[in-house]
């Protein structure tokens, strides 16, 4: 079957090289794209939060499945969209629908779902300008660090935490009045949770669901996380302290209740749920829902899997998933991510990019922020550049080899981590 994958990223492309394998895809297509997406297919120039345009492209090019990579499509409704429309009924679109993607979309969603059905996650109120009293007062009875979060999507820029009481009530009056806009309009206040995070995915129709190899991504900018956060600079899979026992508790704790109540709640939800955990005390605990896959953890997970991600997508929309069995490479897969000098601030975009044709054979480079310039070389065109995943017996040979193919790429102003997975060694 032909396949469209929505999303100009690492993660689409590391999606693309994994449907490429099973037997059962035919052409694969990306909305938009980048220039490494067009070694594994064709690359439509459609946005994906044009819907319309989506359709057109998915009929003209007789497409039979669909994969919304990013969440903004999702929570804009694009599944529903395709389910409203005639023409392209017995399309299997891979995403949930508007009220799914609430589980991202609202914080404050999130939560009241996980209180309804006795997920584990920290305390919280959520306020709004009429309330914002009563947020200062639950700030002033937490102890710091405060963390105050954006309702809406805001970019990955919607969670601050706070070490000062005084600021911490400052900054809640700052988005309430505006700082990421309408986002912004409710915020959730939290109990700030001390532990280790690691990210979990599952495909799930709701009512059954097939878990992914879990994953830890690294946020900063900067070794030992230190500095701004970005979108991800480097992902390991597996992740050690995720033994059998512990991800048993994750399963029995938190994906069969979510799952449970999705299907409770009647929400219609055939797609990707990665959940955000941190490990308190020996216990899983709820950060956050995504909906969709992480980025750049998808370029760890997809490359630890055996299974036909076709048959697994296919089992998610029309039933049998839990009737797959899993086959997880033993090996440890270790992502570095290349970025432009100056992310995640301002940076320069259009550098030429060097030595891909070097690069050894046993590493994967998914490609990121990249496109192709006038004369078909390779530029730079956002702020993560490449993902460079490598296999290894251990997280330093993983580490080492994906570090040997950064360094042999060359462009102006790169940068990159060499200290992902330090803290799990
Ligand atoms: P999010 O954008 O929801 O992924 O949050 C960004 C980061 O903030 C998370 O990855 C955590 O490191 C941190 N964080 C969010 N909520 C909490 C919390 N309740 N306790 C501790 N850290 C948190
Ligand atoms: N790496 C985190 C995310 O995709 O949201």
């Known amino acids: 079957m032909n396949i469209l994958i929505l999303g100009a990223g690492g993660r689409e492309h590391a999606l693309g090289w994994k449907l490429k394998e099973s037997s059962q895809s035919d052409k694969i297509y990306f909305a938009p794209g980048n220039a490494g997406t067009t070694a594994v297919g064709e690359n439509v120039n459609v946005d994906p939060n044009d819907f319309e345009a989506v359709k057109n492209a998915v009929l003209e090019k007789e497409v039979k499945m669909v994969i919304v990579g990013p969440e903004e499509p999702l929570v804009r409704g694009i599944t529903d969209f395709f389910n409203q429309n005639n023409e392209l009924s017995g399309i299997t679109i891979i995403g949930p629908s508007k009220e799914g993607a609430k589980l991202e979309g609202s914080k404050d969603f999130a939560k009241q779902f996980m209180k309804r059905h006795n997920i584990p996650t920290a305390g919280y109120l959520t306020v709004t300008a009429q309330n914002k009293d009563k947020g200062k007062e639950y700030l002033k009875a937490l102890k710091a660090p405060y963390v105050l979060k954006a309702d809406g999507l805001a970019g990955g820029k919607g969670v601050l935490i ?21 986002a912004g309009t409710k915020v ?27 994953a830890k991504d690294y946020k900063r900018i900067g070794e030992k996380n230190s500095g701004l956060n970005t979108g991800g600079m480097g992902a390991v899979s597996p992740v050690p302290f995720a033994d059998k026992a512990f991800m048993s508790k994750i399963e029995e704790k938190i994906i069969k209740p979510t799952v449970k109540g999705i299907d ?20 899983p605990y ?140």
């Open 162 to 182: 706070i070490d000062d009481y005084n600021e911490a009530c400052h900054e809640l009056d700052n988005i309430l009045d505006g700082k990421f806009g309408e």
């Open 188 to 214: 959730v206040i939290e109990e700030f949770l001390d532990g280790i995070e690691l990210s979990v995915f599952v495909l799930t129709n709701g009512e059954e669901y097939f878990i992914l190899p879990e």
């Open 264 to 283: 409770k709640e009647k929400i219609s939800y055939k797609g990707f749920i990665f959940f955000g955990l941190i490990k308190v005390d020996g216990d």
């Open 286 to 425: 709820v950060i956050e829902y995504n909906v969709r896959m992480g980025d750049p953890e998808t370029e760890v997970v997809l490359p630890r899997m055996d299974e036909d991600l076709v048959e697994l997508l296919t089992a998610t929309d029309k039933g049998g998933l839990s009737k797959i069995a899993q086959k997880q490479k033993t090996e440890t897969a270790v992502t570095v991510v290349l970025v432009s000098g100056g992310y995640p601030g301002s940076y320069e975009k259009g550098k030429r990019v060097d030595g891909l044709e070097r690069l050894s054979t046993n590493g994967l480079l998914f490609h990121a922020g990249t496109k192709r310039s006038d004369n078909s070389s390779v530029v730079t065109n956002g702020g993560r550049v490449f993902a460079v995943t490598s296999y290894g017996s251990s997280i330093e040979e993983a580490r080492d080899n994906s570090l040997k193919v950064a360094e042999t790429i060359k462009f102006e102003g790169k940068y990159y981590r060499k200290d992902i997975g330090f803290d799990l060694i």
